[in-house]
């Protein structure tokens, strides 16, 4: 018997580069369709064993449920399956450069991760003996330190469970001071450019929310807010304004911003998201900054998670520090303390409420934690600069050829471009994005902020080598050069190599279909029946 | 740093190509005298190593659920996760994705949110579900300003089975919003009237069952008088793995209903994060808050999904929005779904089963301890005892003896006389006889 001395074929073998042969079963190889488990599972299966149930007897009071509910299981491993494969799906910081201004998708440490499952930290109930949790005060009071050091700031109210929750967390201790001053302003400065969250936020509190103009280098205008504030005296309550702002830019004025505002009778609320430009550089406290929530999940970098779970900290100025919500943890000579209920409370604390139960995104505060010590003081800072240094190097390499609303100047963590550079060639921001994603980038943010026409925010964060940045640059020209020679197909179908082609989202919002319903069954008449 | 990749010779070159001197020319638009020159006044870095060293000890002071006899409840449940839901939740491609705002590149996120949606609206029976609130407490706050928005009412009427948590959030929110809110005494064996309560000034009564007192109630009644009013009924509940053998809200009449979904898929994690789960008639669709994720088809005409009905959203509607809600829970829906996909029907309504049964072992257990008096009469996993002592102190010297007993209601309503000796136990799946065993003689120990 001969051997088969050449084995398998090696080389590649006839290949015809235009030819996609169209699979029976509609997958690509590892590109493959995924059914919804409403679709394949069975209200049999269960892929978790559980002891039998050995109930004596039923005390539901007559409660029990009578109709089925509807509810596929699976096995193990065809969950395994299933959500493997829809994870495919997914672009993900972990895949690629994800330059979603405003966002800050920077690198998630999986030490974090593993820290935050330690039984001690993932294993422990919000309502057990506070006796029984002292390293879990420990690490709240620690983190605290770690943001009120890094804002310059006198207290944290540390409950607030995302960004927008902690805007209204500090609006509502905002609130709180005005009340027990016995006023009751009813305007809240916002500027155009804010994020969507700040005036849904002063509104819900039933504050009358009052435009402010920009100039034209994307920043405050100064006159315009003396006339606003003249115009509406007596009756402000505060403003709302992020720093550095959503063009990207830091505000010059920020002092004398806040000098008018508390000259009026108003605090200065400042919209955190985008601290990470200047953790180490600037401290908010310095700026006049009363009230400022941190995305932990943006600048402290615990994972989005599909868009979740955050945790909004809000650092607060001695002003609004007595007006913080239940729970705290108070510090006496015999160590920390939870302060849980008004009854607890002693001469000084006022808090105004409670912003959800229990004591807010434990499992956050651990990742925060652990990336802010693993960073320090000179990594926090390195952070910030490497992320200004990455977002400029971006801005230089694509000035010349897309353009900048507010010139060439430099910006902090993000750049934003308007789509001028657009004009003529056919091509919408919309379009330009869509083919971003068939060179495998995730888009920056577009059309926001609402200032600039057409706007394309891009913030690359620290976590960018140089190798990726000027790969996204030439990747970036070439898509401008293609644009501008009319090679419009480029963009218009765009993308044409993603899971999914572009979705109709026209549709979906028209006759919304929003969960799974059994299709219908066929009708088949008796006589058909019988045959 | 082991987080930067950029070393000192790119930063340099870069800072030239950028065509400035140093780093501090691209932050000279911050004002020289606020400028932050020093280092903060923190540590400096520190290695993977010593960063696990540091947090392991902090974690080390505190008492695990699972390494006693466990029975604290009240809003958040020790329950069993599988292990592979921890391990699928940190898929990088999960894990590390934004909001899903580019549907052809996020249809992983995007179709598990839709499952999600049809499984909360299945174990719920109500028409839609959104995709996840922070948690049930504030997605009980956001359930009342909805009814406000719906019936355009503002007077909330709280029962007083409600979480003292969560009237407090509803409460808070409510006063600074400058709407009415009537909070009914507690009610641990659930007998108060509440139906006297709701006149047509009411927005929405807000009923929790079980109850925080672990009461279950019976819905209908007060739907109907609600409805009666036109006002809304808002059903909340902490232990959604309950609805694996009770009448779900939605077949008693709610409007809205609220819940907290920690039980499936996700740890106690000392109270967050959690996900909000939150169900209401189609109706009402366009007032609901929060993200909601809806089929389409793409350019071919293949299924997909994408974010939908976003002009009720802050980023679109700004000041007019429903809710000023953006990041929810993504990842803990996550969680939930693959547990309850893995659990299905058969084996969440065996879980319901084996944690009614085992409070019933427990009751038994527990009210056969002298001076030992259980107050309710229809329950699921959890119950409220009346002691011959103050709670508080019982529950300490239980922990003493390396039992985590329950809540001494008075931790959350202290100042009442009446709630002093009350204390709320739960048992899951996790305890086991000899777990309950040692409550009891403890118990008894302690009271003697």
Same mark, same amino acid.
């Given at each position: /018997?001969?051997?088969?001395?050449?084995?398998?074929?090696?080389?590649?073998?006839?290949?015809?580069?235009?030819?996609?042969?169209?699979?029976?079963?509609?997958?690509?190889?590892?590109?493959?369709?995924?059914?919804?488990?409403?679709?394949?599972?069975?209200?049999?299966?269960?892929?978790?064993?559980?002891?039998?149930?050995?109930?004596?007897?039923?005390?539901?009071?007559?409660?029990?449920?009578?109709?089925?509910?509807?509810?596929?299981?699976?096995?193990?491993?065809?969950?395994?399956?299933?959500?493997?494969?829809?994870?495919?799906?997914?672009?993900?910081?972990?895949?690629? %450069?994800?330059? !979603?201004?405003?966002?800050?998708?920077?690198?998630?440490?999986?030490?974090?991760?593993?820290?935050?499952?330690?039984?001690?930290? $993932?294993?422990?109930?919000?309502?057990?003996?506070?006796?029984?949790?002292?390293?879990? !005060?420990?690490?709240?009071?620690?983190?605290?330190?770690?943001?009120?050091?890094?804002?310059?700031?006198?207290?944290?109210?540390?409950?607030?469970?995302?960004?927008?929750?902690?805007?209204?967390?500090?609006? /509502?201790?905002?609130?709180?001071?005005?009340?027990? $001053?016995?006023?009751?302003?009813?305007?809240?400065?916002?500027?155009?450019?804010?994020?969507?969250?700040?005036?849904?936020? *002063?509104?819900?509190?039933?504050?009358?929310?009052?435009?402010?103009?920009?100039?034209?280098?994307?920043?405050?205008?100064?006159?315009?807010?003396?006339?606003?504030?003249?115009?509406?005296?007596?009756?402000?309550?505060?403003? /709302?304004?992020?720093?550095?702002?959503?063009?990207?830019?830091?505000?010059?004025?920020?002092?004398?911003?806040?000098?008018?505002?508390?000259?009026?009778?108003?605090?200065?609320?400042?919209?955190?998201?985008?601290?990470?430009?200047?953790?180490?550089?600037?401290?908010?406290?310095?700026?006049?900054?009363?009230?400022?929530?941190?995305?932990?999940?943006?600048?402290?970098?615990?994972?989005?998670?599909?868009?979740?779970?955050?945790?909004?900290?809000?650092?607060?100025?001695?002003? !609004?520090?007595?007006?913080?919500? %239940?729970?705290?943890?108070?510090?006496?000579?015999?160590?920390?303390?939870?302060?849980?209920?008004?009854?607890?409370?002693?001469?000084?604390?006022?808090?105004?409420?409670?912003?959800?139960?229990?004591?807010?995104?434990?499992?956050?505060?651990?990742?925060?934690?652990?990336?802010?010590?693993?960073?320090?003081?000179?990594?926090?800072?390195?952070?910030?600069?490497?992320?200004?240094?990455?977002?400029?190097?971006?801005?230089?390499?694509?000035?010349?050829?897309?353009?900048?609303?507010?010139? +060439?100047?430099?910006? /902090?963590?993000?750049? %934003?471009?308007?789509?001028?550079?657009?004009?003529?060639?056919?091509?919408?921001?919309?379009?330009? *994005?869509?083919?971003?994603?068939?060179?495998?980038?995730?888009?920056?943010?577009?059309?926001?902020?609402?200032? +600039?026409?057409?706007?394309?925010?891009?913030?690359?964060?620290?976590?960018?080598?140089? $190798?990726?940045?000027?790969?996204?640059?030439?990747?970036?020209?070439?898509?401008?050069?293609?644009?501008?020679?009319?090679?419009?197909?480029?963009?218009?179908?765009?993308?044409?190599?993603?899971?999914?082609?572009? %979705?109709?989202?026209?549709?979906?919002?028209?006759?919304?279909? !929003?969960?799974?319903?059994?299709?219908?069954?066929?009708?088949?008449?008796?006589?058909?029946?019988?045959? | 740093?082991?987080?930067?990749?950029?070393?000192?010779?790119?930063?340099?070159?870069?800072?030239?190509?950028?065509?400035?001197?140093?780093?501090?020319?691209?932050?000279?638009?911050?004002?020289?005298?606020?400028?932050?020159?020093?280092?903060?006044?923190?540590?400096?870095?520190?290695?993977?190593?010593?960063?696990?060293?540091?947090?392991?000890?902090?974690?080390?002071?505190?008492?695990?659920?699972?390494?006693?006899?466990?029975?604290?409840?009240?809003?958040?449940?020790?329950?069993?996760?599988?292990?592979?839901?921890?391990?699928? &939740?940190?898929?990088?491609?999960?894990?590390?994705?934004?909001?899903?705002?580019?549907?052809?590149?996020?249809?992983?996120?995007?179709?598990?949110?839709?499952?999600?949606?049809?499984?909360?609206?299945?174990?719920?029976?109500?028409?839609?579900?959104?995709?996840?609130?922070?948690?049930?407490?504030?997605?009980?706050?956001?359930?009342?300003?909805?009814?406000?928005?719906?019936?355009?009412?503002?007077?909330?009427?709280?029962?007083?089975?409600?979480?003292?948590?969560?009237?407090?959030?509803?409460?808070?929110?409510?006063?600074?919003?400058? =709407?009415?809110?009537?909070?009914?005494?507690?009610?641990?064996?659930?007998?108060?009237?509440?139906?006297?309560?709701? =006149?047509?000034?009411?927005? #929405?009564?807000?009923?929790?069952?079980?109850?925080?007192?672990?009461?279950?109630?019976?819905?209908?009644?007060?739907?109907?008088?609600?409805?009666?009013?036109?006002?809304?009924? &808002?059903?909340?509940?902490?232990?959604?793995?309950?609805?694996?053998?009770?009448?779900?809200?939605?077949?008693?009449?709610?409007?809205?209903?609220?819940?907290?979904?920690?039980? &499936?898929?996700?740890?106690?994690?000392?109270?967050?994060?959690?996900?909000?789960?939150?169900?209401?008639?189609?109706?009402?669709?366009?007032?609901?808050?929060?993200?909601?994720?809806?089929?389409?088809?793409?350019?071919?005409?293949?299924?997909?999904?994408?974010?939908?009905?976003?002009?009720?959203?802050?980023?679109?509607?700004?000041?007019?929005?429903?809710?000023?809600? #953006?990041?929810?829970?993504?990842? #803990? #829906?996550?969680?939930?779904?693959?547990?309850?996909?893995?659990?299905?029907?058969?084996?969440?309504?065996?879980?319901?089963?084996?944690?009614?049964?085992?409070?019933?072992?427990?009751?038994?257990?527990?009210?056969?301890?002298?001076?030992?008096?259980?107050?309710?009469?229809?329950?699921?996993?959890?119950?409220?005892?009346?002691?011959?002592?103050?709670?508080?102190?019982?529950?300490?010297?239980?922990?003493?003896?390396?039992?985590?007993?329950?809540?001494?209601?008075?931790?959350?309503?202290?100042?009442?006389?009446?709630?002093?000796?009350?204390?709320?136990?739960?048992?899951?799946?996790?305890?086991?006889?000899?777990?309950?065993?040692?409550?009891?003689?403890?118990?008894?120990?302690?009271?003697?």
């Amino acid at each position: /018997m001969s051997m088969n001395t050449q084995g398998r074929p090696t080389s590649a073998g006839d290949t015809t580069e235009t030819f996609r042969p169209k699979t029976f079963t509609g997958n690509r190889a590892l590109d493959m369709e995924e059914p919804l488990i409403f679709e394949f599972g069975s209200v049999e299966t269960c892929g978790v064993d559980l002891d039998e149930a050995d109930t004596p007897e039923f005390e539901l009071g007559g409660h029990e449920r009578q109709a089925e509910i509807g509810l596929p299981g699976l096995a193990e491993p065809e969950a395994m399956r299933h959500y493997v494969r829809m994870s495919r799906n997914n672009y993900a910081i972990d895949s690629g %450069l994800y330059p !979603l201004g405003s966002c800050t998708m920077k690198h998630n440490p999986r030490l974090n991760e593993k820290m935050a499952r330690l039984p001690g930290f $993932a294993d422990i109930h919000p309502l057990q003996p506070a006796s029984t949790v002292p390293g879990a !005060l420990e690490l709240i009071d620690e983190l605290a330190h770690w943001l009120m050091v890094s804002t310059g700031m006198e207290a944290v109210a540390m409950s607030p469970k995302a960004g927008a929750h902690g805007e209204l967390c500090g609006m /509502m201790a905002i609130k709180a001071a005005h009340t027990a $001053a016995n006023r009751s302003p009813e305007i809240v400065l916002v500027p155009e450019s804010a994020h969507g969250t700040n005036p849904a936020t *002063a509104a819900l509190l039933g504050y009358k929310v009052v435009s402010i103009d920009a100039k034209d280098d994307g920043t405050v205008d100064l006159d315009k807010l003396k006339e606003t504030i003249a115009k509406h005296d007596g009756n402000i309550a505060g403003i /709302m304004l992020t720093n550095p702002n959503t063009c990207g830019l830091f505000e010059r004025d920020i002092r004398t911003i806040a000098d008018l505002i508390h000259a009026a009778g108003g605090f200065f609320y400042c919209d955190g998201a985008n601290f990470n430009a200047i953790v180490g550089k600037a401290r908010p406290g310095d700026l006049g900054v009363d009230a400022m929530h941190i995305n932990l999940h943006k600048t402290f970098s615990t994972p989005h998670g599909g868009g979740g779970p955050g945790s909004g900290p809000v650092v607060l100025s001695d002003k !609004l520090a007595a007006f913080a919500p %239940l729970p705290f943890i108070r510090k006496t000579d015999s160590g920390l303390e939870l302060v849980e209920t008004n009854e607890a409370t002693t001469d000084g604390e006022q808090p105004f409420g409670r912003m959800t139960a229990f004591q807010g995104q434990m499992g956050m505060y651990v990742r925060a934690l652990s990336y802010m010590m693993s960073h320090g003081s000179d990594g926090l800072r390195q952070a910030s600069e490497d992320a200004v240094l990455n977002a400029n190097y971006i801005r230089v390499g694509l000035q010349d050829l897309m353009s900048l609303p507010y010139g +060439v100047r430099p910006c /902090m963590h993000e750049v %934003l471009f308007d789509d001028s550079f657009l004009k003529d060639t056919g091509v919408t921001t919309l379009d330009f *994005a869509k083919a971003m994603i068939d060179e495998g980038y995730h888009p920056m943010t577009m059309y926001f902020p609402l200032v +600039v026409h057409g706007a394309m925010l891009i913030e690359p964060t620290e976590s960018e080598s140089r $190798a990726s940045l000027d790969l996204f640059i030439a990747t970036m020209r070439d898509l401008v050069m293609s644009a501008k020679r009319g090679e419009t197909e480029r963009f218009s179908g765009a993308p044409y190599l993603a899971p999914r082609r572009r %979705l109709d989202e026209t549709s979906a919002a028209r006759k919304p279909v !929003l969960k799974w319903t059994a299709p219908e069954p066929v009708e088949i008449s008796p006589s058909e029946a019988a045959e | 740093m082991r987080y930067l990749p950029l070393n000192d010779t790119d930063r340099s070159d870069m800072l030239a190509r950028i065509g400035v001197n140093s780093i501090d020319d691209l932050f000279a638009d911050i004002p020289e005298a606020v400028r932050q020159k020093d280092l903060l006044d923190l540590p400096k870095r520190a290695s993977e190593m010593t960063v696990e060293r540091r947090l392991s000890a902090m974690a080390a002071k505190n008492t695990s659920a699972g390494s006693v006899p466990f029975f604290v409840g009240a809003g958040a449940y020790k329950h069993h996760v599988p292990a592979t839901v921890d391990h699928l &939740i940190q898929r990088s491609e999960f894990l590390t994705s934004y909001t899903p705002y580019q549907p052809e590149i996020t249809q992983g996120t995007l179709q598990y949110l839709f499952e999600f949606q049809t499984q909360v609206a299945q174990l719920t029976a109500m028409d839609v579900a959104n995709a996840s609130m922070y948690d049930g407490s504030t997605g009980t706050g956001e359930a009342v300003l909805m009814a406000h928005r719906v019936t355009k009412k503002n007077k909330a009427v709280l029962s007083g089975g409600l979480h003292p948590q969560y009237r407090e959030v509803v409460e808070g929110l409510s006063n600074m919003a400058g =709407d009415q809110v009537v909070s009914l005494p507690a009610d641990p064996a659930g007998t108060e009237d509440i139906l006297s309560q709701i =006149d047509d000034d009411t927005s #929405c009564v807000v009923v929790q069952s079980p109850s925080f007192y672990g009461q279950l109630i019976d819905l209908k009644p007060i739907a109907e008088k609600a409805h009666q009013h036109k006002a809304l009924l &808002i059903a909340v509940f902490t232990e959604v793995v309950s609805l694996g053998l009770i009448e779900p809200p939605g077949t008693q009449g709610a409007d809205i209903v609220v819940g907290e979904g920690q039980s &499936i898929g996700n740890g106690l994690n000392y109270g967050g994060p959690y996900v909000g789960l939150f169900a209401t008639r189609q109706k009402y669709v366009r007032q609901m808050p929060g993200r909601l994720c809806g089929e389409t088809v793409d350019a071919e005409g293949k299924r997909g999904f994408v974010l939908t009905l976003s002009t009720r959203e802050q980023h679109i509607r700004r000041d007019k929005a429903t809710s000023n809600i #953006c990041t929810n829970s993504g990842l #803990c #829906c996550l969680a939930f779904t693959i547990h309850m996909s893995l659990l299905g029907e058969a084996g969440l309504t065996k879980l319901a089963r084996i944690n009614h049964g085992n409070a019933v072992k427990l009751k038994k257990l527990l009210s056969g301890v002298p001076g030992v008096e259980v107050l309710n009469s229809a329950y699921f996993n959890e119950f409220t005892l009346r002691l011959p002592k103050a709670a508080n102190g019982v529950v300490e010297a239980l922990a003493a003896k390396g039992i985590l007993a329950g809540l001494p209601v008075a931790r959350l309503e202290p100042g009442n006389k009446d709630l002093e000796n009350l204390l709320v136990v739960a048992s899951t799946e996790v305890n086991t006889d000899d777990d309950r065993a040692a409550f009891a003689a403890a118990l008894k120990e302690v009271l003697a």
